[in-house]
Nanobody
Framework: QVQLVESGGGLVQPGGSLRLSCATS????????MNWVRQAPGKGLEWVSG????????KYADSVRGRFTTYRDNAKKMLYLRMSSLKLEDTGVYYC?????RGQGTQVTVSS
């Protein structure tokens, strides 16, 4: 079955950087658009970024454009989110998703 496992979260100061990873299995990774979504404390899910199966097109939410970069390695069936210039409001649980499937998430906390 579809499995998505996020990692790489942690505590970082404002202005810092992190790279999140999502290991996938159970489906033909290169055939699918993948998304990153996040959930801030007490709030609903927010779409962050999406990337096409071949990696040729990437879109970002206005809130992260220019600071976050999404990319994928189809050979390794891995999805990545490189986050820089992190802000307090980037705090939340980050999930990779494929269709309606989501992983367990990885916590990102931006705090001084």
């Amino acid at each position: 079955q579809v499995q998505l496992v996020e990692s790489g979260g942690g505590l970082v100061q404002p202005g810092g950087s992190l790279r999140l990873s999502c290991a996938t299995s159970g489906f033909t990774f290169s055939n699918y658009l993948m998304n990153w979504v996040r959930q801030a404390p007490g709030k609903g899910l927010e779409w962050v970024s999406g990337i096409t199966g071949d990696g040729g097109s990437v879109k970002y939410a206005d809130s992260v454009r220019g600071r976050f970069t999404t990319y994928r390695d189809n050979a390794k069936k891995m999805l990545y989110l490189r986050m820089s210039s992190l802000k307090l409001e980037d705090t939340g649980v980050y999930y990779c998703s494929m269709g309606s499937a989501r992983g367990q998430g990885t916590q990102v906390t931006v705090s001084s």
